[in-house]
Nanobody, 114 residues
C-alpha cells in the first residue's frame, strides 16, 4: 500500500523559510518520480516542482527560491522554501505515480504573513 505523509508546514513571516518533508512507503522510492503541488484557497492545484533520477524542475513562480531534494535511504523527499511570499500560502501536497496510479499525501498548510 502506497502512503505519502507530509509534515513541516506552519506559519511564517514573509521572507522566512520552511522545509516540508514527505515520507513515502509502499513504492520503490529511489526510482520513483516525486512531485510537490500546492493549492491556494479558491484556486486550482498547481505543480510546484518535480524530481526524478538526475533531474529536477520547478514552476516559474518558485524557481530560485524553492529546492527539492530527496534522501533515498529515508524514502523521503523535501521541499526547502526560502524567501517566502504571502502568495505562497497554500496547502502543499506530495505526489507520486506508481503502477499508473496517482497517490497524494494528506497535505500540509503553509501560511505566509505579510
Amino acid at each position: 500500500q502506497v502512503q505519502l505523509v507530509e509534515s513541516g508546514g506552519g506559519l511564517v513571516q514573509a521572507g522566512g523559510s520552511l522545509r516540508l518533508s514527505c515520507a513515502a512507503s509502499g513504492i520503490i522510492f529511489s526510482i520513483n518520480v516525486m512531485s510537490w503541488y500546492r493549492q491556494a484557497p479558491g484556486k486550482q492545484r498547481e505543480l510546484v516542482g518535480i524530481t526524478s533520477t538526475g533531474s529536477t524542475k520547478y514552476a516559474d513562480s518558485v524557481r530560485g527560491r524553492f529546492t527539492i531534494s530527496r534522501d533515498n535511504a529515508k524514502n523521503t523527499v523535501y521541499l526547502q522554501m526560502n524567501s517566502l511570499k504571502p502568495e505562497d500560502t497554500a496547502v502543499y501536497y506530495c505526489n507520486t505515480v506508481y503502477n499508473g496510479y496517482p497517490y497524494w499525501g494528506q497535505g500540509t498548510q503553509v501560511t505566509v504573513s505579510s
